[in-house]
């Protein structure tokens, strides 16, 4: 009787521009793998059959948002029995403004916030007939009573700061939206925060809160020597909890902008978040690396799987037709 080949133990990662992260993270589940059969490398694709056998039992993802075949890979691959970190198909669903009606039935505190419709649309549409749904003009002045002046006009997708503007008035408004073209724009009460956090969450359980400066140069945001007193560390670890469990990210970092001692969540889909050790530092860069390769170990071992890997409804349909016929 032939026995079944050992499940494969490798874990694969896939990244794009990033250089201080991939190296030591591979290094570091080598390193902690060693003994348990569990090894790391660059994963490499190169056209993907629908048949294939699973390659990798880990595939970590930070980039599959800029590679749509990465993307595609990664859902058949979590199909056939891959863990992805993150979850591919949530990840391509999810979006700002959903997230801001999820804190708010959470119990989040997110700004007032309202997804607005697309200034321009690809040339098949035409105004008239295809967009008989919508109410035109937009109605900027109740639009504003919600927000307030000044608001956050930025893309419902999307990360770098790319197209996010501070608009203080409707005919700032009006200039920046006439320029965000085919995107998605949601418009967000601006908080003037007292003091703002940004955590690295892991494992949906590892919460890392650190002092950010948004208005610091960039390699300056992260204040390390101002870590948040205890208190408050507490009260942004359990709502970035709350978020992460909610969202099933295994990775992600969570901002809050603080004003008048209420946490206000800002942006929390950061699925990729950055890991770089020049922007975190190194003691946040070494707690990113112990975090991380516990969670792919323990996935690559199968002592662990995230919540969501069943949540989709074809699983079931998969497993029945899987199943001996009785
Ligand atoms: N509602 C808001 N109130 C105050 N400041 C805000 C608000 N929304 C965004 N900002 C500021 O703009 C910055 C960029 O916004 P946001 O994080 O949503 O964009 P992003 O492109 O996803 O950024 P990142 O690449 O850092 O994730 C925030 O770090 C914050 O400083
Ligand atoms: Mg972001």
Redesign the pocket.
């Known amino acids: 009787m032939s026995s079944a080949p050992p499940p494969p133990r490798r874990v694969g990662l896939l990244v794009g521009r990033e250089n201080t992260f991939p190296q030591p993270f591979l290094d570091t589940v080598n390193r902690k793998g060693d003994g348990q059969g569990v090894t790391a490398e660059l994963a490499l694709l190169q056209g993907t059959q629908e048949d294939e056998e699973p390659a990798y039992a880990v595939l970590v993802d930070r980039i599959s948002h800029e590679v749509p075949y990465y993307r595609a890979h990664l859902k058949s691959a979590a199909l056939t029995g891959t863990v992805v970190v993150n979850d591919p198909f949530w990840w391509q669903a999810d979006e700002k403004f959903f997230e801001c009606t999820l804190a708010r039935k959470l119990g989040v505190a997110v ?1 007032h916030t309202v997804v607005l419709p697309n200034k321009d649309y690809v040339p098949d549409i035409d105004t008239a007939a295809s967009l008989r749904n919508l109410r035109y003009p937009l109605d900027w002045e109740a639009i504003l009573r919600y927000t307030g002046l000044p608001a ?1 006009l ?1 893309p419902n997708v ?5 197209d ?1 503007h501070v608009v203080d008035s409707l005919e700032q408004l009006i200039a920046a939206y006439d320029k965000s073209g085919q995107k998605t724009m949601i418009l ?4 003037d ?1 007292d003091d703002y956090l940004r955590c690295i969450c892991i494992g949906r359980e590892h919460i890392l809160p650190i002092r950010y400066n ?1 208005k610091a140069e960039f390699m300056d945001r992260y204040v390390i020597d101002r870590p948040p007193e205890p208190g408050l560390r507490r009260r942004a670890e359990a709502e970035a909890i709350t978020l992460v469990q909610a969202l099933g990210y295994d990775m992600d970092t969570v ?1 809050f ?1 603080i004003k008048d001692d209420v946490l206000y969540a ?2 929390f ?2 699925p990729a978040p950055d890991f770089d050790n020049f922007s975190i530092k190194e003691e946040s860069f070494a707690w990113v690396l112990e975090k991380m390769s516990d969670l792919v170990i323990r996935y690559a071992l199968g002592e662990a799987e995230p919540p969501w890997r069943r949540d989709h409804r074809w699983w079931k349909y998969v497993e029945r037709a899987a199943a001996p016929a009785t």
Not at 188 to 191: A, K, L
């Open positions: 700004p956050v930025k999307g990360g770098g700061w790319k996010v967000q009460q601006f908080i925060w948004p901002e902008a800002i942006d889909l950061n």
